[in-house]
Antibody
Framework: QLQLQESGPGLVKPSETLSLTCTVS??????????WGWIRQPPGKGLEWIGS???????YYNPSLKSRVTISVDTSKNQFSLKLSSVTAADTAVYYC??????????WGQGTLVTVSS | SYELTQPPSVSVSPGQTARITCSGD??????AYWYQQKPGQAPVLVIY???ERPSGIPERFSGSSSGTTVTLTISGVQAEDEADYYC????????????FGTGTKVTVL
């Protein structure tokens, strides 16, 4: 059974960079059938797509976040990562990683809350 | 920006049918997907490619598409179906990538 697990600091200071890693188990991140994505959800609000990456390294970002986002993949560790720079309180959210199969986010991590505060 | 619009809330009695709409200009050209999210949990895919149901999803969940609107239908609603539901799709130009709808809270009366 495929599992995804987000990890990283739960508290980030304003203006600093948020860094999260998603570890994939029970399947290979190098499969040509899938993309891997990041989605976030501010407390009490809806889902927002952040971006996606293919195992080859091709990336796709939400235009509203593109200037601050970097998504990378490490196939040797079966992981992919998110970096979001210059964070503010508006970036406080639960961050999810997920597998994308034919456009559908079919497997999700449990999510991790990241709070931006000094 | 590209937006997918859903009604904020839908209320339904147990055993009745709930219909949740999602409107977007690119929906005639792009597939839609639906997710169920219960409090404190990650979203779960319930419909993909407009009307396909993943394995393990009850048959009471179905999807349809007509023009710029897609609809998630829950037939014979059960108390456990109370949750937030989100549609997801992409804009036709590829400019905006994937987009999630505004979300609909389904309340079982």
């Amino acid at each position: 059974q495929l599992q995804l697990q987000e990890s990283g600091p739960g508290l980030v200071k304003p203006s600093e960079t948020l860094s999260l890693t998603c570890t994939v188990s029970g399947g290979s991140i190098s499969s040509s059938s899938y993309y891997w994505g990041w989605i976030r959800q501010p407390p009490g609000k809806g889902l927002e797509w952040i971006g996606s990456i293919y195992y080859s390294g091709s990336t796709y970002y939400n235009p509203s976040l593109k200037s601050r986002v970097t998504i990378s993949v490490d196939t040797s560790k079966n992981q992919f990562s998110l970096k979001l720079s210059s964070v503010t309180a508006a970036d406080t959210a639960v961050y999810y990683c997920a597998r994308v199969r034919e456009g559908a986010y079919d497997y999700w991590g449990q999510g991790t809350l990241v709070t931006v505060s000094s | 920006s590209y937006e997918l619009t859903q009604p904020p809330s839908v209320s339904v009695s147990p055993g009745q049918t709930a219909r949740i709409t999602c409107s977007g200009d690119a929906l005639p050209k792009q597939y839609a997907y639906w997710y169920q999210q219960k409090p404190g949990q990650a979203p779960v895919l319930v419909i993909y490619k407009d009307s396909e149901r993943p394995s393990g999803i009850p048959e009471r969940f179905s999807g349809s598409s007509s023009g710029t609107t897609v609809t998630l239908t829950i037939s014979g609603v059960q108390a456990e179906d109370e949750a937030d539901y989100y549609c997801q799709s992409a804009d036709s130009s590829g400019t905006y990538g994937d987009v999630f709808g505004t979300g609909t809270k389904v309340t079982v009366l």
